[in-house]
């Protein structure tokens, strides 16, 4: 039988690298009833929350929510950018870098997954002079993304994305940047543009304290008119367009979720 909140000890307070324990400010909020998710009043909350986003992710650009695990916001920023058969540049820093490079896979996205030999890989962060050797030697430009990890949870070691970028610049490489972080956003400082990121893949449930269930990817410029040449997944964003047509998924759990936002005073 589930023992939810009722523990010997007292309050349950989760001690694990997320989903965080949730402030009892937000969890009060759970208990609001619910508004027309197509109505006005919804389209205002949901305005000022990607507004309030933007300063999380310190970005002028557009943020995306996405009703997904952060699971989701990875294969979001995959879909929306890449097609099957592209090549994307990954580098592996532990448990969470191999998966995204799993799930591109799945998707059809050719990967090369580089990084240090044996264990050594999962001591260390990114080096981003491995990046640049490789994309120096990409004279073709066949590598279309690169993606790195920001804070790898599975092995708590924090990667320098401004060395990455500055990489990538001196190769004199287009290929987007692309970045996961799901346990680093507003746990470590992250700077979107500042780093020049193409696309950053968050989550609500780690730095942000908000129970899991609500991904996120800030975008650029350059990432956003590239999506737009493509096939486009906006039906399930929150952020790109709502219309009649395009209905974004905003049930129950982005619903209620977006209070917990408003909570935290976004
Ligand atoms: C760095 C990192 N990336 C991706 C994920 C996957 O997120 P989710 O479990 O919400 O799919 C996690 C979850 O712990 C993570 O820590």
Redesign the pocket.
């Known amino acids: 039988m589930l023992k939810l909140d009722q523990h010997p000890s007292g309050r349950h307070f989760l001690h694990i690298?997320?989903p965080s324990p949730v402030p009892a400010r937000v969890l009060r909020a759970i208990s609001y009833q619910t508004i027309d998710h197509r109505g006005p009043e919804f389209g205002e909350l949901g305005l000022k929350l990607l507004s309030g986003m933007q300063t999380i992710f310190k970005t002028k650009h557009p943020v995306i929510i996405y009703p997904s695990?952060?699971?989701?916001a990875?294969e979001g920023a995959l879909v929306n950018t890449l097609s099957a058969g592209d090549l994307v540049l990954m580098y592996e820093t532990g448990h969470?870098a191999t998966?995204?490079n799993k799930l591109a896979n799945r998707l059809g996205i050719k990967t090369e997954f580089i990084g240090m030999p044996g264990a050594e890989g999962w001591r260390h962060g990114v080096d981003a002079a491995k990046i640049e050797e490789r994309l120096k030697a990409d004279a073709s430009h066949q590598i279309k993304a690169v993606c790195v990890?920001h804070?790898?949870?599975s092995t708590g070691v924090t990667s320098n994305i401004a060395a990455v970028r500055k990489a990538m610049d001196v190769a004199k490489h287009p290929a987007l940047l692309m970045v996961?972080t799901?346990?680093g956003l507003a746990s470590a400082d992250y700077r979107h543009d500042e780093w020049g990121v193409d696309v950053t893949v968050s989550?609500s449930?780690?730095g942000l304290m908000l129970p899991?269930g609500i991904g996120f990817n800030a975008i650029s410029p350059k990432q956003l008119k590239q999506a737009r040449q493509r096939h486009y997944q906006e039906h399930i964003g929150l952020g790109m367009r709502s219309s009649s047509l395009i209905r974004p998924a905003i049930g129950h759990q982005p619903q209620q979720l977006t209070y917990y936002m408003v909570c935290m005073k976004l």
């Open positions: 690298p997320g695990s952060g699971t989701g990875w969470f998966l995204w990890v804070n790898e949870t996961d799901i346990s989550g449930q780690k899991p």
